[in-house]
């Protein structure tokens, strides 16, 4: 057998990007998972070197930050003035922990908050970050499963002007929890903000039960014209947030802040591994991995 070592990073001008891994998809007591928000943000800070975490977001359901009969309108995504006091305060207290840990941890780990809109019976489920509010199914607009109407009403609630810096993430794709009309709602406007996908899915050991590959999913968003990154996400319940197993995202940037995630997200500067250590450089003819080629070129 043969093996080999190297040490590998992008360098453009100035600048010098590095690997970042972590978790985009995660749960605490906020909606169903097990441990306060302050405990998973703790728990995080805490893990050793080996764990290889540098970043987790927290992606609480949504419907938990307003309730039925006193749904936020669509307009709360944008405007919290808008939202329900109930959710003005829980949404707030959820955000500003984030804040804090991030203030904090500045230069070492990055904690994101986001939410994870669902739909009960399907379509799917869908994470959104970095939006000043939050919506639910809670919301009959939202909800309304004729002809998956609810969510082709959140894809154009998305892409509103106010949803430009907004990321968005096709979770768990598959026959439980949905298949998003198989990816069929593909315009370039919801392009622009859905820019993830989960091809790995669920704290249990890579390989055994309780963790769920879903890569056919990807390469048929891909067909339909999505462009996606991949990400491999441990959809944390059980308070390992992290290192429930050896499933990462990796993120390849030269701004490791939270503003700095959201971008390399947007640009693709990303993959998704099974092992918690797997470090890969991609280029062609001098590009970044996730950089978009305009112009045919007669080699790569």
């Known amino acids: 057998d043969k093996s080999a070592e190297f040490s590998w990073f992008f360098t453009v001008g100035e600048s010098r990007y590095q690997l970042y891994f972590g978790q985009l998809h995660s749960h605490t ?5 097990a441990g306060s928000l302050e405990s998973a943000l703790s728990y995080v800070k805490n893990l ?19 309730k039925s009969g006193a ?19 829980t949404w707030k207290s959820y955000k500003d922990a984030v804040a804090a840990f991030n203030a904090e941890n500045a230069g070492s780990l990055v904690a994101l908050a986001g939410f994870e809109m669902t739909w009960s019976g399907g379509p799917g489920h869908i994470n959104t970050f970095n939006t000043p509010g939050v919506v639910s199914r809670n919301n009959t607009t939202l909800n309304n499963k004729t002809d998956d109407a609810g969510l082709k009403a959140y894809y154009n609630l998305l892409s509103q002007s ?13 026959t439980t929890f949905g298949t998003f009309d198989t990816y069929a ?3 370039p406007a919801r392009d622009a903000i859905l ?8 704290e249990g050991q890579i390989g055994a039960g309780g963790y769920y590959p879903s890569y056919e999913q990807y390469i048929m968003a891909l067909d ?33 802040t939270e503003e700095g995630i959201y971008q390399a997200i947007r640009d693709m500067h990303m993959y998704a591994t099974e092992d918690k250590n797997l470090e890969i450089g991609y280029t062609v003819n001098g590009e970044m991995l996730g950089s978009t080629i305009s112009e045919v070129p007669e080699k790569l």
């Not at 007591?29 to 998972?33: E, K």
């Not at 050793?48 to 307003?66: I, K, L």
């Open 29 to 33: 007591q906020y909606s169903d998972g």
């Open 71 to 89: 749904a936020n309108p669509e307009g709360a995504l944008y405007d919290m003035s808008k939202a329900t006091e109930y959710s003005q305060e």
């Open 185 to 187: 709602g593909y315009t």
């Open 48 to 66: 050793p070197d080996s764990a290889n975490v540098q970043f987790v977001a927290f992606t609480d359901h949504s419907n938990y930050f307003d």
């Open 195 to 202: 820019n993830l996908i989960e091809v790995g899915n669920g």
């Open 224 to 256: 339909k014209g999505w462009h996606l990154a991949p990400t491999n996400n441990q959809d944390n319940h059980k308070g390992r947030w992290g290192n429930a197993n050896d499933a990462r995202d990796v993120i390849l940037t030269d701004n490791f």
């Open 162 to 174: 106010e949803g430009a810096d907004s990321i968005s993430q096709f979770n768990h794709p598959g």
